[in-house]
C-alpha cells in the first residue's frame, strides 16, 4: 500500500515537469534564434527565462483557482485551457514581432511600435500582402487548434485539481495571495530594473531607455558618449550666429522612404518611373547629385544623420539639427510626415522641436504610410504670407510597407517581396525576381505622381516663388541583389545609395555644386545652408557640395558591419567594411565593380591599405570634431 501514494507523487510530479518542459520550449527555442541569428550575446538567454516565468506563474496561481472552485470538471478543464493558449498564442505572437523587426530593420521591436500598428492591423495586413479576412480565419482556424491541443492536454497531464483538493478554501486563498504578493513584487523589480544591458527582447521592447545606451534601429547611443557630444552640441548652438537680416529662401526637404535613385527615370532608369521630376528638369533649374551614400541602411540611423549632419558614432541626443538652425535664421519649420516618426524609436524627439509636427501617428482616419494624409494636410495649410519657412515633407509610396494601390499599378505582375528578407549576403547570389521589381518600380512611380501633387499644391499657395526644393531618401532597397529583400539587412550599395535632386524656384543657383567622389547623406545639410546662404554649424561632420570635400571617408554601418568609402584615389573609390562579429572583411573598387561582385581584400594591390582602413574603422577617427 505504501507503493500507491509514491506513485501518485510520481506521476502528480511527471505531469508538473511535462507542464514546466511544454512552457520553456517556446522560449528556449527563440533565444536559439536570437542568439544565434542575429548575434544577441548568451547572458540574454537566461535573463529571458526569468522573464517569461512570470506570466507562468501567474498561469498556475489561476488554474490552481479555476480547480478549486469551479466545480465543473469538464468547464474547469475549457477555461484553463483557454487561458494558457492564449499565453502561448500571445507568446509566439511576441516573438514573431521581434523576428519580423529584426529581419526589418535590425532591432528589436519596441511597445510604442506594437500598439500603434494594432489600431491599424486591417491597413498593415493588405501592405504586407494579407487579406484581413483571410487573415482572421487563420488566426481563429490556428488558436481553434491551439484550444482544442490545450484541453487534450490537460485532460491528461493536469495535476492541479489534485494539488489542491488536501488543501482547505482559506489555506488555498493564502497561498495564492502569498503567491500573488511575491509575484507583484518581481513584476515591481522586472519594471525598475529591467535587463536592458543585458539585451534581453521584452525588456527591449518595454523600456528603450536603458541606463547606459538607447537601441536606435540596431545603433547603440551609448549615454556616456552621448553627453560628451551633447555638450558639444549644446556649446554650438551657444555659440551659433545667425546669418544677417535680409531675404531668405524658403525650403522643401522631401524625403522618400527606401527610394534608389537607379530605379529613377530621371536618373536613367530605363523605366519611366520618374516622369513627373524628368519634366520638371525641363522647365527649373535641376541639379543631380550622383553617388550619394547614406550613413546606414535603415530609416532611424538615416533620418538623424541626415537631420543632425553626422555619421552613426557621432550620435547624441541633444543634436543641432538642420530644423533648428533654421529657426535660429528666422524661419518657420513645418514637418508633415507620412509613417510613424513620433513612437518609432521616438524619432521625433530628435528633431528639436519645430512649429508644427504632424505625421502618421497623429493622422485618424488614415493608414499611417498613406501618403494621402500628407497630401490632404498641405490642401488644409493657408496660402504662404510671406514668412521664410523649412517643410519637410516624409513619403512613403516606395516603401514595402506602404499602401500600394493595385488599380495603378502601370508595372505587372506585381507581388511584395516583404517576407523574403535574409539576414546575410555571405555568399549568396543575386535574384531576378520581376514581381518584386513591379512592385518596387509602381511605388517610385506613386512617389513622383505624390511629389508633383505637393509641388502642385504649394505653388497654388505661393510657397514656391523664392524656393529651393531637395529631394532624398533616407536609405535605399534591396531587390534581390545578394540574394538580398528589402533593407536595414546589409551594408551594399543597393540599401546605401540614395538620390539627391536639389531644384531651384524663382531664381538661378549662384554657386555650381563641385563634382565629388561618394558625396556622403551628412552633405546635404551643409549644402542646403550653403545655397540659402546660411551658416554652417561647427560640429557638423559634413561639407557643403559647392566646396571641396575636406574628408578622405565617408562611413557607415549597419546591421553588425561598420566601415568606410576611401575616395583619396581619384581613380579608383574603394568601399571596406568589417562584420563585427565574425571578423569577416570586404574591400570593392566601386569605380569598377559598382555592384559589388569581387571582393579584392587580399589582393597585393591594395595590400598597403587595409591597415589604414582597419584603423579608421576602429578607432573612429571620424568622430573628432
Known amino acids: 500500500m505504501a507503493l500507491i501514494p509514491n506513485a501518485k507523487t510520481n506521476r502528480f510530479v511527471w505531469h508538473f515537469a511535462t507542464d514546466v518542459a511544454a512552457w520553456y520550449l517556446l522560449p528556449a527555442a527563440f533565444m536559439v534564434i536570437y542568439i544565434r541569428g542575429f548575434a544577441f550575446p548568451r547572458g540574454a538567454l537566461v535573463p529571458h527565462l526569468a522573464v517569461v516565468t512570470l506570466p507562468f506563474a501567474s498561469l498556475i496561481l489561476t488554474r490552481l483557482a479555476i480547480a478549486r472552485w469551479v466545480s465543473n470538471s469538464g468547464f474547469s478543464i475549457w477555461l484553463a485551457a483557454a487561458l494558457s ?3 502561448l498564442a500571445a507568446m509566439t505572437f511576441y516573438y514573431g514581432l521581434v523576428i519580423g523587426g529584426l529581419k526589418s530593420w535590425g532591432g528589436v521591436i519596441s511597445w510604442n511600435v506594437i500598439s500603434t500598428y494594432a489600431t491599424q492591423a486591417p ?48 489555506a488555498l486563498a493564502l497561498l495564492l495571495l502569498a503567491g500573488c504578493g511575491i509575484l ?13 544591458k543585458e539585451l534581453e527582447p521584452v525588456s527591449l521592447t518595454l523600456f528603450q531607455e536603458p541606463s547606459s545606451g538607447v537601441d536606435l534601429e540596431g545603433h547603440m547611443l551609448d549615454r556616456l558618449t552621448a553627453a560628451t557630444l551633447d555638450r558639444r552640441e549644446d556649446e554650438a ?57 547614406s550613413s546606414c541602411p535603415d530609416t532611424a540611423c538615416g ?23 533654421m529657426r535660429r535664421n528666422g524661419y518657420r519649420v513645418d514637418m508633415i510626415l507620412s509613417g510613424d516618426h513620433s513612437h518609432f524609436y521616438s524619432l521625433k524627439s530628435f528633431y528639436g522641436e519645430v512649429d508644427s509636427f504632424y505625421d502618421g501617428a497623429q493622422a485618424k482616419g488614415y493608414f499611417m504610410n498613406d501618403d494621402q494624409l500628407v497630401l490632404d494636410r498641405l490642401a488644409a495649410m493657408p496660402a504662404w504670407d510671406g514668412t521664410p519657412g523649412m517643410l519637410q515633407l516624409h513619403l512613403m509610396s516606395t516603401h514595402i510597407l506602404s499602401k500600394h494601390d493595385e488599380a495603378d499599378a502601370r508595372f505587372t505582375p506585381a507581388a511584395t517581396y516583404v517576407l523574403r ?17 513591379n512592385y518596387y518600380d509602381n511605388g517610385v512611380l506613386k512617389s513622383d505622381r505624390t511629389v508633383q501633387s505637393v509641388l502642385d499644391r504649394l505653388g497654388a499657395k505661393g510657397y514656391l516663388k523664392n524656393t529651393l526644393v531637395v529631394i532624398t531618401a533616407d536609405h535605399g532597397e534591396s531587390l534581390g541583389e545578394h540574394g538580398l529583400f528589402v533593407h536595414a539587412n546589409s551594408v551594399r550599395e543597393e540599401v546605401l545609395r540614395i538620390p539627391l535632386l536639389m531644384i531651384s524656384y524663382g531664381y538661378e543657383p549662384e554657386r555650381p555644386l563641385l563634382p565629388r567622389a561618394a558625396p556622403a547623406q551628412v552633405d546635404i545639410a551643409p549644402t542646403i545652408l550653403a545655397e540659402l546662404g546660411l551658416p554652417v554649424p561647427r560640429t557638423w561632420a559634413g561639407r557643403a557640395l559647392q566646396g571641396p570635400p575636406e574628408t578622405d571617408f565617408v562611413y557607415f ?7 568606410l568609402i576611401d575616395r583619396r584615389d581619384p581613380a579608383h573609390t574603394w568601399k571596406y567594411w568589417v562584420h563585427a562579429r565574425t571578423g569577416a572583411e570586404y ?6 565593380d559598382p555592384g559589388e561582385t569581387r571582393n579584392e581584400l587580399n589582393e597585393a594591390s591594395i595590400e598597403r591599405r587595409r591597415t589604414p582602413w582597419r584603423l579608421q574603422v576602429l578607432s573612429g577617427t571620424s568622430l573628432a570634431l
Do not use: C
Open 184 to 196: 507583484g513584487a518581481l513584476m515591481y523589480q522586472f519594471s525598475t530594473q529591467p535587463w536592458t
Open 237 to 293: 548652438r551657444a555659440t551659433y550666429m545667425p546669418a544677417p537680416p535680409g531675404e531668405r529662401r524658403n525650403l522643401v526637404l522631401i524625403v522618400i522612404d527606401a527610394q534608389r535613385p537607379d530605379h529613377m527615370g530621371v536618373y536613367g532608369y530605363a523605366r519611366d518611373t520618374t516622369p513627373g521630376l524628368s519634366s520638371l528638369a525641363l522647365t527649373h533649374p535641376m541639379r543631380k547629385v550622383e553617388f550619394v551614400h
Open 85 to 87: 493558449s492564449l499565453s
Open 557 to 563: 554601418e549597419g546591421h553588425g558591419n561598420f566601415g
Open 421 to 437: 528578407g535574409s539576414n546575410s549576403d555571405i555568399g549568396s547570389a543575386s535574384i531576378h525576381d520581376e514581381r518584386a521589381i
Open 587 to 592: 574591400a570593392f573598387d566601386l569605380s569598377t
Open 123 to 170: 491597413a498593415l495586413l493588405r501592405a504586407l500582402g494579407f487579406a484581413p479576412m483571410t487573415a482572421a480565419t487563420v488566426a481563429i482556424t490556428t488558436f481553434a487548434v491551439l484550444l482544442s491541443s490545450s484541453r487534450l492536454y490537460l485532460r491528461r497531464f493536469d495535476w492541479t485539481r489534485r494539488a489542491v483538493h488536501p488543501l482547505s478554501a482559506t
Open 303 to 325: 533620418m538623424l544623420s541626415l537631420s543632425s549632419s553626422k555619421f552613426p558614432r557621432q550620435f547624441s541626443f541633444r543634436p543641432f539639427t538642420l530644423h533648428q538652425v
